[in-house]
């Protein structure tokens, strides 16, 4: 039974925040889809995320530092008495104490990303003073259920409410985290299958679909913007879209292929409520088999060499 506070490496005075940012360094290092060949780090990843689900849990974290429950979520045995979920010696029925773990609030799951650890009860009893000492477990819930959610582009850079359709027929709104990446993962609370104690969680896994012309850039959306050869030289306020629809852009004069601009605030949303920019690079689109272009650059007298900084 590994110690959660030192699987995350933080003092047992830490806060929620520093317990969450060092869960999530964790996970994002060793996620099993960054680490298929590495059978440890999966460990790893398995032990930090038993870990957080127990220290994020206040009324867990609460009972693992009074030493009513050990690393595993397990219930510590009273004054010296046997270990795990089995009774006690003398085979004395206590009352059961115990509460429920629970999942992440739905608006902050992905800070909880991959999934919980063990849940579960701490029972013990008392009886006619030191009569007996027993406990019980409480009853186990159902499994948890994996959902994917395929969410558009432009969905995932604004945040638009996304609907799941659960393993029992319903469909239920969630809101998308600021800050999420692609492949995180979020937990629904009690929209797993059925058990006796209660009904396991979903985990929605959610997957950013690809966009036809936009690529995602960190916080940053990235678009190649054609633009015509007088627009470049001349200058001009050309439409250019944005996850929210078409925007006004100033070209300015004399732009040439591979100059970028800048859209800002037209990026993904961040945690702290910022959000990235949109970042336009100009590609100049020349006709072809233009003959009024083709003689107007026979006669243009351009002496520069635009390739001197190469050496050539």
Known sequence: MADPYKTLGVERTASEADIKKAYRKLAKELHPDRNKDNPKATERFSQATQAYDLLNDKDKRARFDRGEI?????????????????????????????????????????????????????ASGLGGGFGGFGRRQPPPKGGNVAYKLNVPFTDAATLSPQRVRLADGKTIDIKLPAGFENGMQMRLSGKGDPGPGGNGDGIVTINVQSHRFFTRDGDDVRLDLPVTLAEAVLGAGVPVPTVEGAVKLTVPAGSTSGKTLRLRGRGFHRKDGTRGDQLVTLMVDVPAADEALAEFVRTWDDRRNPRANLGV
């Open 70 to 122: 050990d690393g595993d979520g397990n219930p510590a045995a009273p004054f010296g008495f046997g270990q795990g979920s089995r009774g006690t010696p003398g085979g004395f029925q206590g009352t059961d104490f115990g509460g429920g773990g629970g999942g992440a609030d739905v608006n902050d799951l992905f800070e909880g990303l991959f999934g919980g650890g063990q849940r579960g009860g701490f």
